[in-house]
């Protein structure tokens, strides 16, 4: 039988990440090769082309589409200024002259005898892109981007909303079952990266968002308060672009949840270093999970990555519980039944025995829990 | 082995199948089925089941396949591998009996499926005929843009932009009509310069298939900027739709194009014996084929984690919907954000806090590959299911109607008034077939849970009988039929429907313990059961799939049962693995609105059918 899958969250002290920096269409590639670059150096570069503007010249002269060619003044890929004339009609009065003016700066993209359409689009817009950790180019995509390389520790969440960011990570809490209070975010923590405990509430977000902080990191969060703070009902897990003052990264779940003791000590123990994080989330096809990356000072040599592959789940690995209802709770695997057993709802299922720390144990189903990767 | 060296299991028409290996690539997992040839008839033997492959850090579709196959070849004890290849033919005349298969098929909605926009010029005609073409050849519509549809030039142009479809298919105007306003959508894509989801290199693939008189300003526009094919007209006349060359262009773009650019799929399709097909194509396929083979109307539905898939046979017309966001793990938050709280509650049978039932399905949403291990986290995702089941199906009403307009024979100036025109297909009177497919409805711990869930989410009227796919198998046997039609209709029916029984419901409504019919129903041992269904009663007697009874029914004078109200009603009807329901509860059901009585009433529903296990 083959084994069973589960997925897991990884927590590391130390590994090497690569990370694509890919443009959205083709440009230029700024850095070389083994290259140091910082999360805020520029990358690559495009120039994304501007927006479209169409006017449907044949309607506003009153003239068929096939005759605006005989109206024009700017022909097909002319340079337009805003209020140049781009078309008009020749009446014997003056009086009825109409003259059609361009609503941008720009040039003419298309003329269509069609429709009577005149195409306008605007300069194209200059997008850099970020290098996003500090660390070496290990790879050029020519015209496309890089991959940079880093040697760091790694705690990946569980969701997130927001996109990159990169600052001093601060330990807002003592422990990994507080919660964080609006009162522990101090001006002081403007554009860092703030780590709470257990929970935060709609209150800490909107102190957080007020103080200019760039990133929350937390066990978890009422759903309610999400909604609240996108302002809308988030129905899939589909995260990254939201703009919502600072990136938050949830490392448990919903609801109040400790942080996991090791990602807690993990993150402690780099408190006042410098952090980059993502709030991307995509959870379908192509799984993209939030993240927390610390590199480490010094040059990253330029390696090979090796792939790390689990052998399915193992007697004494650490997990987490991920479903109700002992939802959160963290323990290490005591036994492996082959067989399937039938659980509550009468589903006969593969299940494991967990071990918990004050010595009780349970049977879980597989598919609910999760190793702690990284250990 | 390199894709260049394999040799495809392909099949050989003066070789008999016997053998047969068949896989359906989800978006999470791989499903494996093995069919065998024993005697005269086809059986589903073995199944495996492995971790989808298309991402990172496999990014080949194929190793998943393979690791599925191999998982059948641990329980059958069959070879079928010998490296990365499948061992074709089965090896029983070489003497070896368990050596090899005839024949590998597969269908795919890894990656997300086929993803395409739609393109027409009125919304609710061209728009909606591209829109049924699309969703019949197997895709996920993104989007449907129109000349019509209320948004300004620069906000298409926007959304086309930064759309990244597999596909697109551009539809509009009638043959000899006006090229104008599908020419102004050509110009509109061609300055959008869309670029697909997979593959930088490659030109995005585009259908036009509108006014045949436009297609030489289309090719003109947009004839380099994309991989530009042309179908016939799927709208030739306002009158009629003809969607199959559409289709089939679609099915062969998406093998030529879209499959060739998603990883591995370059080597599944070497691999396979037979073209891959979308899932939900070969879901259609089979779907259509029980409807033609029967006679029958039906509604078949897929729920699966982020899509519902709804197909409809009415009159011989058939129908396909997609709920892109509506599903039980990656959607699940979205059943909530569609439906609302209150309409989910509705479905529980105890109290919960709305923060706590929240913070759950947020959970689910983020690990959506847990499964319920209390009975109460069951009974909430049962409820969840009834809610994406009802909106998925009113979803496809929309869709699944007569051209709009132009079926009642009314003169052309009512053709632009479109939404009260358009009738949909789906009359749940005329409904004579309900099947289940997907997870939530397949692996239900009690086969009368999958059958509650549909009656209650569709809400039947009259006779009614409900299936379900017995370990999810359509999308394998749907494939299977292109190439032997024996095969795939021996394992439909002998292992892949499984008949829950008979659901009667009359349509009216009553006080909770009124008189709403009497019944008889002569049982198959000689038993006559007789009594009064009540409204608020469910009522179930035992009846197997191979047993008929005769049900006669004298409803009170404003329930009606078909025949109209008052009239009485027999009906011989067929029994399944949970026997025949008295539907009592009225239509439309409706239920308390407050929590105390709403809780005391399903609990007795739940109970007098056996929903659940008592004592929790």
Sequence with gaps: MAHSYTPGLTVTERTTVRRRRILPLPGSVLVTVGDAVHADTAVARAELPGKVVPLNLANQLGIAPDEINDYLVKKEKDSVRKDDVLAENKPFIKWFKTEIRSPITGKVESVSTITGQILLREPPRVLELHGYIDGVVAEVHSDQGVTVESTCSLVQGIFGIGGEASGELVMGVKAPDQPLLPEQLTPSMKGKVVVGGAFLSAATMARAKELGIVGLVVGGIHDKDLRALLGYDLGVAITGTEQVGFTLILTEGFGTIPMAPKTFALLSAHAGQKASISGATQIRAGVIRPEIIIPHSGPAAVTKVAQAEREGIQLGDPVRVIRDPLFGKIGAVSGLPSELRAIPTESEVRVLEVRFPDGTTTVVPRANIEVIEGA | MTAAQQSPATSNPTR????????????????????????????????????????????????????????????????????????????????????????????????????????????????????????????????????????????????????????????????????????????????????????????????????????????????EKTALEFADNIRPVLERENLAPARNKIHDLFLEHVMQQAPGYKKLIEMAGAPIMPTPAAVGVIMETIAKREGINLIGVDIGGATTDVFSVFGGLFNRTVSANLGMSYSISNVLAEAGLENIMRWVPFTIDEQTLRNRIKNKMVRPTTIPQSLDELQIEHAIAREALRLALIHHKSLATGLKGVQQERTISDVFEQRTSGKTLIDLLKLDLIVGSGGILSHAPRRIQSMLMMVDAYEPLGVTTLSVDSIFMMPHLGVLSTVNEQAATDVFVRDCMVYLGTCIAPIGQGKDGERCADYEVALPDGRIEKGTLAFGDLKLFSLTRDQQATVTLQPSKQVDLGEGPGQSFTRTVKGGVVGLMLDGRGRPLQLPTEQAARVALLTRWYQAVGLYPTGS
Excluded at chain 2, 20 to 30: L, M
Excluded at chain 2, 191 to 208: D, I, N, Q
């Design chain 2, 16 to 223: 008999p199948l016997n053998v047969i290996v068949a896989t359906d690539c989800g978006s999470t997992t791989t499903k494996a089925i093995l069919i065998e040839k024993i005697g005269n008839e086809y059986r589903q033997t073995y199944r495996g089941e492995a971790p989808t492959t298309v991402e990172a850090p496999f990014e080949d579709v194929t190793r998943g396949v393979l690791n599925a196959i191999a998982e059948i070849e641990e329980l059958s004890g069959r070879t079928i591998l010998d490296g990365d290849r499948i061992i074709t033919p089965n090896q029983a005349a070489q003497g070896d009996l368990k050596r090899g298969v005839d024949i590998y098929v597969s269908t795919s909605s890894a990656g997300g499926g086929l993803q395409m926009m739609v393109t027409g010029v009125v919304q609710n005609m061209t728009g909606e005929s591209a829109q049924r073409a699309a969703l019949g050849a197997g895709a996920i519509v993104i989007d449907v843009l129109a000349s019509n549809d209320g948004r300004l030039p620069y906000e298409k142009i926007e959304r086309i932009r930064t759309m990244r479809p597999d596909m697109i298919l551009m539809s509009g105007g009638t043959d000899g009509g006006a090229v104008t306003h599908v020419v102004e959508m050509a110009e509109y894509i061609a300055a959008a310069e869309p670029r697909p989801r997979f593959g930088s290199t490659y030109r995005l693939p585009l259908v036009y298939a509108g006014n045949k008189d436009a297609q030489p300003q289309v090719n003109t526009i947009l004839g």
